[in-house]
C-alpha cells in the first residue's frame, strides 16, 4: 500500500485496503469542507473559494437543518463549499472523477478556478471527470455552489414539502487508469444488466457495458459473471470485445434462485471487469437479484408467478433536527420501521432518493415505486420538460439493476395539459427499461393517467372531503369504468397528532371534513377510524395491485399551518423524530406483520379526560382479547378481521382508571385520568 495523502479519511484509508490492488481508487470526500451560506466564488467572476473561510463541516450537509421548520420560511439561496485536495504526483496519467449522490437543486462545481460543469437537479447523483483541471503533486482547489432557490426549469418547482440546499449527500473522488468502465453515463455504475429471460428454470442475462478511454479501445475486453451467495461463480462471459465504447457481455443460468421479495431477497454479486492488453484495469461489482413479475387489471400484483398483495407505505428523505441531511444510520432506522410495520413495497416519494435506499431495498426484499419529481403546479417551457426528461434518464440508468424497483413514476398531481409530456416521459421509460412497468399518481381523472402502464390515485376520503365509505364505492366505480387499467392507490390517510384527542370517532364525525383538516385539532383517533376503513376497503378488492400509506413519516412542508405543529405534514404513521409510533401504526403492525405478537391499546397518551364515557380501542394479533379497568374484567371480545377489537361507550370512573387489555399477545395498559 502506497503512502496516501493526507485529505483520506480514516474510513477512505480503510475502503482503500479493502479494495484489490486491480480495482479503481473510491476516495470519501465527506470530511474538510468550508462552507458558507452566499455564493463566494469568484466574486465577480467564477473563481474559486478560498477553502479556509467559511464554517467547517463534513457531509452530508444542508445549511436548512437549522431553519426548515421556522415560521420565517427556511432560506432559499446560495450556499458555497470549499476544500482542498492534495492529489499525489502519482495520480499523474491516471484519471479521476467526482461523484455526487445528490445536490440541491443546482450545482456548480469548481477545480482550480475553472469551472467543471453543473448539475440541475436535486435528487439524482452526477459525475463530472476534472482529470484535465488538476494538478499532481500539488494542492488543488474544490468549490461546489449550490442553490436551492425555485428555478422554472428545474424540477421540481412547487410541492407539499420543503426543497433544502446543499451536498446533503456522500461525495466521492473516483480514480482510474486510463481505460474504464464509466462513470459518465448518466451517472451511473457504467454497467445495465437487462434480464432478457427470467423463471424458474432459466435466466438469460445480457450486460450492457460503457467503456471509456482517453485514446482507443484497441486492447480493451471485457468479462462478465455471476457469482452466488458462497461466492461460486455460476454463469459468465469471459472476453469480449469494445466496440464504439460498449461491450454487451451474455450469460445465462439454469434454475437460478430467484429474488422473492421479503420472503427470500436473494442477491447473486454480477462482476464486470476490463482487461487492456489482457491485464484488468477496472471493475464494477453489484449485487443484483433475478425475478420476474405483472399486474393483470383483475387479479392484482405478481411476483415470480404468485400474487401478492403489495402493502406499502410513502416515505419523504426528512427528519426532525437534520432536513434532508440523513446519514446510512438513519436509513437503517426507517427501514427497521417498515420492517416492524410488516410493509411490503415502499413508493419513495416524490424524487429518487439516496442510492442506499435501494441496497438495502434490495437486500430487506421491498418491491419500490420511484419516481421524478414532477410534481403540482408548474410553469411550462422546453428547458423545464428537457430537465425531466434529464431526470428520468439519470433515475432509470442509475438505479437499473436494482430488483426492488418495479414502478417508475412519471408525475404526481399534475393538473395541466401534460399528455406530450407524458407521453415521451412514457416512451422513453420504455425505451431504456421494457421491463418496468410506468406509473401515473393522480387525485383527478385527466385523460393523461391512462398513458402510463398502471394509475394509481390519491385518495383521502374523509379526511379533505367525503366519508370513508365513498373510498370502496370509488374503487368499484374506477375499475368498472376502466376493466383495462391496473389500478393502485397511491397515496391515502390523514393526519393525527400524538398530542390531540377524543373519546369518540365514528360515522357522525365526518362532517365539513375538508375544514376539520385544516385546523389545528387533528386527534389521533380520527387518523386511526379513516386508517381502518381505508384498508379495510383496499384489503377487500384484489384488482387494487397495490396501496401506499401517506405518510410513514410525519415531515417537513413550509406550507403548513395545522396540526399540533406548524410547517408540517402530520399524516405520518410516526412521529417526525422516528419516536412515538401513533395508534395507526399499531393497526397496520397487526395486520401486516404477522411473525410477532402485537397487542395495542390505542388513545394511551388520552392521559387527562373530561368525559367519562368513552370508547375503547385495540388491535391484536390474537383471536380474541381481555379488557380491564382497574383490575376488573371488563369484557371479552374477538378480533374481527383486521386485527381490532372495539368496546363502545365504556364508563370511567371519576379519577384514575387503570385501563389493560390483554390477549395470548399480550398486554398493554394506560392510566387515564377523568377530571
Not at 193 to 209: F, G, P, T, Y
Not at 538 to 549: K, P, Q
Amino acid at each position: 500500500m502506497r503512502n496516501r495523502p493526507s485529505f483520506l479519511t480514516a474510513a477512505a484509508v480503510f475502503l482503500l485496503l479493502a479494495l484489490p490492488s486491480h480495482a479503481r481508487e473510491v476516495i470519501s470526500l465527506n470530511d474538510s469542507w468550508r462552507f458558507t451560506p452566499a455564493r463566494v466564488a469568484g466574486m465577480n467572476r467564477w473563481g474559486g473559494a478560498n477553502p479556509n473561510a467559511g464554517e467547517p463541516v463534513s457531509l452530508p450537509h444542508t445549511w436548512n437543518a437549522a431553519d426548515f421548520m421556522s415560521n420565517e420560511g427556511y432560506r432559499r439561496g446560495y450556499g458555497t463549499y470549499a476544500r482542498q485536495l492534495e492529489i499525489p504526483e502519482d495520480y499523474r496519467g491516471k484519471r479521476v472523477f467526482l461523484r455526487f449522490e445528490g445536490a440541491g437543486s443546482l450545482a456548480t462545481v469548481l477545480v482550480n478556478n475553472q469551472l467543471v460543469g453543473e448539475h440541475r437537479g436535486p435528487y439524482n447523483a452526477f459525475v463530472f471527470e476534472i482529470t484535465d483541471y488538476l494538478r499532481p503533486g500539488a494542492a488543488n482547489s474544490l468549490t461546489v455552489i449550490c442553490n436551492n432557490e425555485p428555478q422554472f426549469d428545474i424540477a421540481p418547482q412547487s410541492g407539499d414539502f420543503n426543497l433544502y440546499g446543499g451536498l446533503y449527500r456522500d461525495v466521492w473522488m473516483e480514480v482510474t487508469g486510463p481505460e474504464c468502465i464509466s462513470p459518465l453515463y448518466f451517472g451511473s455504475c457504467g454497467v445495465l444488466i437487462h434480464q432478457n429471460l427470467v423463471n424458474e428454470r432459466r435466466a438469460e442475462l445480457s450486460a450492457e457495458v460503457h467503456v471509456s478511454s482517453t485514446g482507443d479501445f484497441r486492447g480493451c475486453e471485457v468479462a462478465f459473471w455471476l457469482e452466488d451467495a458462497s461466492g461460486r461463480e455460476v454463469a459468465g462471459k469471459k472476453s469480449t470485445l469494445v466496440n464504439n465504447g460498449i461491450a454487451t457481455c451474455f450469460v445465462g443460468l439454469d434454475r437460478p434462485h430467484l429474488w422473492n421479495g421479503k420472503e427470500d431477497p436473494y442477491l447473486y454479486k454480477a462482476v464486470t471487469v476490463l482487461k487492456k492488453d489482457g491485464v484488468e484495469v477496472d471493475r464494477v461489482e453489484e449485487q443484483i437479484g433475478l425475478r420476474y413479475f405483472w399486474v393483470d387489471a383483475e387479479k392484482g400484483f405478481f411476483l415470480n408467478g404468485r400474487h401478492l398483495k403489495l402493502q406499502g407505505v410513502c416515505r419523504h428523505q426528512d427528519w426532525a433536527g437534520i432536513a434532508s441531511a440523513l446519514t446510512k444510520e438513519n436509513h437503517l432506522a426507517d427501514f427497521d420501521l417498515f420492517d416492524e410495520i410488516g410493509a411490503n413495497a415502499l413508493r419513495l416519494a416524490h424524487y429518487p432518493q439516496a442510492k442506499f435506499m435501494f441496497q438495502e431495498a434490495d437486500r430487506r426484499g421491498y418491491v419500490v415505486w420511484e419516481e421524478i419529481p414532477f410534481v403540482s403546479g408548474y410553469v411550462a417551457s422546453q428547458a423545464f420538460e428537457d430537465n425531466l426528461r434529464l431526470q428520468l434518464r439519470e433515475m432509470i440508468l442509475q438505479n437499473y439493476n436494482h430488483p426492488s424497483i418495479c414502478f417508475w413514476g412519471l408525475q404526481n398531481e399534475v393538473h395541466a395539459d401534460i399528455a406530450a409530456i407524458i407521453g415521451d416521459l412514457n416512451d422513453i421509460a420504455h425505451g431504456l427499461d421494457p421491463g418496468r412497468m410506468t406509473v401515473n399518481a393522480t387525485d383527478q381523472e385527466l385523460p393523461f393517467i391512462h398513458t402510463s402502464d398502471g394509475v394509481a390515485w390519491n385518495k383521502y376520503y374523509g379526511w379533505y372531503y367525503d366519508t370513508v365509505g365513498d373510498f370502496g364505492k370509488f374503487l368499484d366505480d374506477f375499475h368498472a369504468q376502466y376493466p383495462d387499467d391496473r389500478l393502485g392507490i397511491s397515496e391515502y390517510g390523514g393526519g393525527g397528532s400524538v398530542l390531540h384527542h377524543v373519546s369518540k370517532y365514528g360515522p357522525a364525525d365526518e362532517k365539513d371534513v375538508r375544514a376539520s383538516s385544516r385546523n389545528r385539532f387533528h386527534p389521533e383517533e380520527k387518523q386511526t377510524y379513516l386508517h381502518y376503513h381505508d384498508w379495510k376497503a383496499i384489503a377487500e378488492r384484489d384488482f387494487v395491485w397495490g396501496s401506499f400509506v401517506w405518510n410513514m413519516f410525519d415531515f417537513a412542508s413550509s406550507m403548513r399551518k395545522e396540526g399540533d405543529t406548524d410547517n408540517q405534514n402530520d399524516k405520518g404513521l410516526v412521529t417526525h423524530d422516528r419516536k412515538t409510533r401513533k395508534d395507526a401504526f399499531y393497526f397496520y403492525k397487526a395486520n401486516w406483520n404477522k411473525s410477532e405478537p402485537t397487542m395495542h391499546l390505542c388513545s394511551k397518551n388520552f392521559t387527562e379526560r373530561e368525559e367519562p364515557v368513552t370508547d375503547i380501542v385495540a388491535f391484536s394479533t390474537a383471536p380474541s382479547v381481555k379488557l380491564y379497568i382497574n383490575g376488573k374484567l371488563a369484557g371479552t371480545a374477538r378480533t374481527d378481521a383486521y386485527a381490532t377489537v372495539r368496546w363502545e361507550d365504556v364508563r370511567l370512573s371519576p379519577g384514575e382508571n387503570t385501563v389493560t387489555v390483554r390477549s395470548a399477545a399480550g398486554a398493554d395498559s394506560a392510566v387515564w385520568t377523568v377530571k
